[in-house]
């Protein structure tokens, strides 16, 4: 028995779990992993093994988690915490992930969206919790820039150059002039593989949350776009106009100023998306995000047709090659070779 299993093991034992039927469940691009444990009675409940030793602390995700459901919504319960080892038990919000259900019941589809946006809706008119980083424009073209530090060197192997540094200066610009706002949460990884459907409950516990312990202050479309611009799956066009309106429409937005916002987050998540499926395949040895980049690289660029937008546009075409097959096929060739 490894030493994480072996506390793993001594974690269930003090808590009461040592027989309890033990299934793993999906995990995520972190280095977390989660089980499903039976327990007598037929229910079932969730831990979180996160472990210290590979850079993972529950605290924020405890943290954010009493928040969401503080104000009413559907993040699940935290049963018992480990802090020092790195365990959780939670709630278990179940298996009907959105992105299943829309794929397998596309009639569902729209009501699904309807659900997640006005959750987004609700929690915006709530302050935020105190001691948050913000997601401001300076760390939003920071990341923004791992487009050229890993996606772009990685295809075509060139090291950081001019146009570079005014490509993240171009994007802080442009969040500054047109979305500089930080007052809401975001929770940063808002989207349909870490959405979970629940009708037999009420009002915005319909919506089940997962994957919010990176969250921050920031702009208030920038979980929008995480819904509405998915890397994983294609959200019909229909649906992302038919949901970015319902939000201006129920939040008293300026229409023309938020869907600028909204291009310009939208640009900065997609190029942040880019740079880390990129390293997630050339660092950490997991070449399947690079089947996702066409569909960033489409979302990119229809971001970047917002007239606001030309010069990041411009800079972009001038140092992101296209993903083409043959420029997919490098970054595979270089998976978990690159530290």
């Known amino acids: 028995m490894t030493r994480r299993k072996d506390q793993i ?3 269930l034992e003090d808590n009461g ?5 033990c299934v793993n469940l999906a995990g995520d691009a972190s280095n977390r992993r989660y089980f499903r444990l039976k327990l007598p009675d037929g229910k079932t409940i969730v831990l ?3 472990p210290p030793s590979k850079g993972e602390d529950i605290r924020p995700f405890v943290r954010i988690a009493k928040y969401l459901r503080g104000v009413g919504l559907g993040a699940p319960e935290i049963i018992t915490q480990d802090e020092t080892n790195g365990f959780l038990l939670l709630e278990d919000l179940g298996d009907d992930l959105f992105a299943r259900l829309a794929k397998s019941q596309p009639d569902l589809e729209t009501e699904l969206y309807t659900a997640a946006t006005d959750l987004l809706i609700e929690l915006h008119r709530h302050a935020p919790p105190k001691g948050l980083g913000t997601y401001d ?3 939003a073209a920071q990341l923004a820039a791992l487009a050229s530090d890993w996606y772009a060197f990685g295809i075509s192997g060139t090291e950081k150059t001019t146009a570079q540094e005014q490509l993240s200066a171009e994007m802080a610009r442009l969040i500054t002039t047109h979305a500089p706002e930080c007052d809401v949460l975001v929770q940063r990884d808002y989207h349909s593989e870490n ?3 629940r009708p037999e409950r009420t009002d915005h516990h319909r919506v089940g949350l997962l994957d919010f312990q990176d969250a921050l202050t920031g702009h208030r479309s920038y979980d929008l776009v995480s819904l509405l611009q998915d890397a994983r799956r294609n959200v019909p066009l229909e649906i992302e106009t038919k949901m970015l309106d319902r939000y201006i429409a129920n939040t008293d937005q300026n229409e023309e100023q938020f ?12 190029l ?3 740079g880390v499926f990129a390293r997630l395949c050339m660092r950490d040895g997991k070449p399947g995000y690079i089947a996702y980049i066409p569909r960033v690289w489409t979302l990119l660029l229809r971001d970047l047709a917002h007239p606001k937008l030309e010069s990041l546009q411009t800079l972009v075409m001038e140092i992101l090659p296209e993903p083409s097959a043959k420029a997919l096929s490098t970054l595979e060739e270089k998976c978990a070779q690159t530290p």
């Open 9 to 11: 093991a001594r974690f």
């Open 17 to 21: 779990l040592s027989c309890a039927p």
């Open 48 to 50: 979180m093994d996160a």
């Open 137 to 139: 424009a300076q760390t």
């Open 195 to 197: 959405l979970l459907w």
């Open 259 to 270: 869907k600028t916002a909204y291009a310009v987050w939208g640009a900065q998540r997609n």
């Open 272 to 274: 942040r998306i880019l």
